[in-house]
């Protein structure tokens, strides 16, 4: 055990760097959030790059479009009856607007044949359709897919960073950006979400176009990231982007009809990440979200604060028990009073041990990659597990506890 003198001192010094973290964290927050409580004016220039280069392509797109050959089609509905219309005339949403006007409201997304589809995108040929509403879980994800966009073109014009992917996630979505120098705040999600509730009120159409990968490159040739994703995932001769507003994403889609769906949205956290979750490229900022089609069903949002005030990050800090740092992310700096309660945890999970007949071993925490391929861990986990080469030969930290852990009675 070191010496008490040996120490004190550190428990005095690592108070100290909690309390300088902390003060460093708060003055970031206050210089963010007088950086601007509105969107950069003007606007980045790719922006306007962007519309320019889309409008003129655009023009081309609906030409040819509208020189498709119409013939009548049968629609076929999930009860089996059925619907005429007119190849690449009759939408998804002329056939639920047919049914009632209530469902053409309330409709999120169409599956034609069983493949998600834009409503206003016209139909082709002979085919099943399905009108999916908010409640069905594929509709949900199109519609926070829809709203990451939203959130996206208020990044572009508040930061003016380079945006990567904004996906939807089980429940919500989220956006990731390069912004060099800077972190995004909480402090700036009030400003945020007002610039995704202009774009709301302003009822922007989602537009969808087909656009070559030559054209493709040009349209996102000041951002590397997309750039990338062109080159190294896109194989095919065309692909689709997405315009609501001034914002054009590369996207396939489909997305709800227009940006005035969205009734109800908020931001709910913001974190760092990687580039592709590789923690040797560039570092990004991400911001999370959740948005609803009814005003109503933002109490999720309560429900998130009240866990907020329970986070163990917020809790750890405000009580003295531990505190995080850049120097070793992810990981807990302990004080003395969060390690006397990890003690006694691991005290009280040792007396259940030996009363229910357990002997106690203790493994490696780093593993050859062997064991991680016999178990299917690396096949599952590798690129999120901490990785590392000795002497031609892959090792890997435990991604988990149970891999290598042995118990027995």
């Given amino acids: 055990a070191l010496p008490i003198c040996h120490v004190i001192p550190w428990v005095t010094k690592s108070r100290s760097l909690f309390r300088e973290t902390m003060a460093e964290e708060v003055k970031k927050d206050s210089s963010h959030d007088r950086q601007g409580a509105k969107e950069l004016d003007p606007w980045p220039e790719y922006i306007q790059d962007r519309i320019k280069l889309f409008d003129g392509l655009h023009v081309q797109y609906k030409a040819s479009l509208a020189a498709k050959e119409s013939h009548p089609i049968t629609i ?237 990050r917020k809790l750890g800090r405000d009580q003295e028990l531990f505190f995080f740092h850049d120097l070793s992310p992810g990981s807990c700096f302990f004080f003395p009073r969060g390690a006397h309660i990890y003690n006694l945890l691991i005290d009280f999970l040792r007396g259940h041990y030996k009363r229910r007949g357990f002997q106690e071993v203790i493994t490696p925490n780093v593993y050859n990659s062997k064991l991680w391929q016999t178990s299917g861990h690396w096949q599952h986990y590798a690129d999120n597990m901490f990785r590392f080469e000795v002497e031609k030969e892959n090792f890997g930290m435990k991604p988990m506890n149970c891999p290598g852990q042995i118990g027995r009675a």
């Fill in 76 to 312: 076929t509905l999930p009860d089996g009856k059925t619907m005429d219309g007119e190849s690449w005339k009759t939408t998804p949403l002329d056939v639920a607007t047919r049914i009632s006007k209530g469902l053409a409201d309330n409709v999120v997304v169409a599956k034609v044949d069983g493949v998600l589809f834009d409503l206003e995108r016209p139909l082709e040929a002979d085919c099943k359709v399905e009108l999916l509403k908010f409640d069905d879980s594929e509709a949900q994800s199109v519609f926070w897919h829809s709203t990451a966009h939203v959130l996206g073109e208020a990044m572009e014009r508040y930061y003016g960073g380079c945006l990567c992917y904004g996906p939807p996630i089980e429940n919500g979505f989220f956006y990731d950006m390069y912004m060099e120098q800077r972190q995004v705040s909480s402090h700036e999600y009030p400003d945020l979400e007002g610039i995704m509730k202009k774009a709301v009120k302003e009822k922007q159409p989602f537009v969808r176009m087909e656009i070559t990968k030559e054209d493709l490159l040009k349209m996102f040739e000041y951002n590397t990231f997309k750039c990338r994703i062109i080159n190294e995932r896109i194989t095919t001769p065309t692909t689709t982007v997405y315009r609501c507003g001034p914002f054009i994403d590369l996207c396939r889609g489909p997305h709800v009809r227009h940006t005035g769906k969205i009734k109800a949205l908020a931001l709910t956290k913001n974190s760092s990440t990687y580039w592709e979750g590789n923690a040797q490229a560039e570092s990004l900022q991400r911001i999370y979200g959740i948005s609803f089609p009814d005003t109503k069903q933002l109490k999720w949002q309560k429900f998130q604060e009240e866990a907020a005030k329970r986070d163990h």
